[in-house]
């Protein structure tokens, strides 16, 4: 099943749910149809997967039925284009990925030409730049593992949450995600606190800029929330793993 | 006239008897046992380590929920040194008191101070592996309910890295994180719904800490496949790393029971609760060679 649309926020059946302060926009991608596509970092098969979609939707119903705004992307819609400035994850605050990934980047279930799945790698994009994109989550396999690869990639971004160990295919995770930004963690805890709960052998991580907001003050993005919203330069880097 | 009746009877209480007991050994595939990364299958697949005599049965176990009282939770929050009520949010009672937040999902709860849970900064006063993994263990073994005990514990070191604008990086250790693996009853179990993380910070105090133990009520007998049977299960069935394999090794072996996602099993009244086999696996790919866990059904039987 194929399937791109806008969900606007539900303001209806909000009122007996909490509702953060204020309304946030997700991309949310959700992907299980691989095969018959090659893996770009090994070159051997990629296997479907059978929660990825479901973790994603789940994130989504809970998410909009809090009073945010969502984009959606599921399988075959899942390409590299999403990604391009001025396009959907780009008009978000925060990109949920759910899907296959490797230490050189997450993977999409979309033909590069030659049987290969295309794959976001560092340096591809400069997140932030044209958009109001701040945060990306990647429920996929060994993302951060070379975490530093992703400097070149921030241009306004201020952090991307995922793993540096494989990890398993949850249809909980996303569930758990937006229970946890819908409680009031910070995306850090509530992404280390959904991986967690969901993989009993999974290795969470960050990787993130420290700098100074438009007025000059110090902030450090490992504690945003999802209202965290405002302009940091890129003083440093930082990244966490356990 | 009576015996052939007597006969017919007995011929289908057998039938009876033969299908339930074929309905008893199939049980459901338990589907988040796969791992997202690359499967290679019928590698030569050799075993390091003696495999374990298993009888050809073992019991099935529902999971039971426990909903906890607010009474209850608060005490829970009150013993890991937290004040305030608890409140019901999207079905879980939740605890605050200043960046210290505590979850509660029933058979586990998630206790966070989000000011120190890996910090991305260096930490006077971070003690060595030793000094913290007693400090774990103390607060594990405060925690843990009648019943429940710890069969083993695997460290885990929190790192930060600090590059700079000029590219420089800076490693170091923010905490430490201990994973102990869990028995309920005398019954060994291991997934997500069953575990226990505690997260030491500097001076040996508490940053988080994840349990999650489960109540399980006993079932019926289950027929389950022999270890060797198991190791050729996983060479069909693919061996999961983050490379193509050549080979792989199993290096540890053993029976557990796996429990999955407290946030799945929430809305379910009754989840089935599955004896699967736990390998270490070593797998070798060129000269590098990487360890992975894998799960594999026990169950003879699976849907």
Known sequence: MTKRWIAPSIVVITCCIPVTASAASFYVAGANLYSPLRNPYTGGPLSNLSKSVVSATNF??????????????????????????????????????????????????????????????????????????????????????????????????????????????????????????????TIKNAWFNALISTDSLAGPAIYGIRGQNIGGTSVDTINDYITSTQWVSELSWYSVTF | MRWKLGLAMAAITGLIVVSNVAKQNSVPEISELGKRGVVTKNIPLSVRTSLPAVPSTQRLYRLVQNKRSLVEVEKTARDLGMSGKANEIDGRFMVRDGSNSLTDYGSGFWYLDEQNFAQAQKRPGLQDANSSGAAANRIAARFLPPGVSIVSVEHHE??????????????????????????????????????????????????????????????KELRIITPAAAIDRLQRRGVTASQLADSAEVTEFDLAYYVPPIISTLDEQETLIQPVYVMKVQVSHGDSVETVTEYVQAAEQVD
């Not at chain 1, 975490?147 to 249809?171: E, P, R, V």
């Open chain 1, 60 to 185: 989504n119903d809970l998410m909009t039925a809090a009073g945010h705004t969502t984009v959606q992307s599921y399988n075959s819609s899942v390409v590299i284009s999403d990604w391009n400035p001025d396009s959907l994850a780009e008009g978000t605050d925060l990109a949920y990925f759910t899907g296959h990934g490797a230490p050189t980047g997450w993977i999409l279930p979309q033909d590069n030409g030659s049987g290969i799945a295309a794959q976001v790698k560092p340096g591809m994009f400069n997140f932030g730049t044209d958009g109001k994109l701040r945060w990306i989550t990647l429920d996929a396999c060994q993302v951060l593992m070379n975490a530093s690869t992703w400097q070149s990639s921030f241009s306004g971004l201020h952090s991307i949450t995922g793993a540096t160990t494989l990890t398993n295919d949850s249809g909980a995770r996303g569930t758990a995600y937006a229970n946890n930004l819908r409680a009031g963690q």
């Open chain 2, 158 to 219: 929190g790192k930060a890295t600090i590059t700079d604008a000029n590219g420089k990086e800076d490693i170091f250790p923010i905490g430490h994180e201990f994973r102990y693996r869990l028995s309920v009853s005398g019954v060994p179990v291991v997934g997500p719904g069953a575990q226990l993380r505690v997260y030491i910070g500097a001076n040996n105090e508490l940053d988080a800490m994840f349990f999650a133990a489960p109540s399980l009520r006993p079932e």
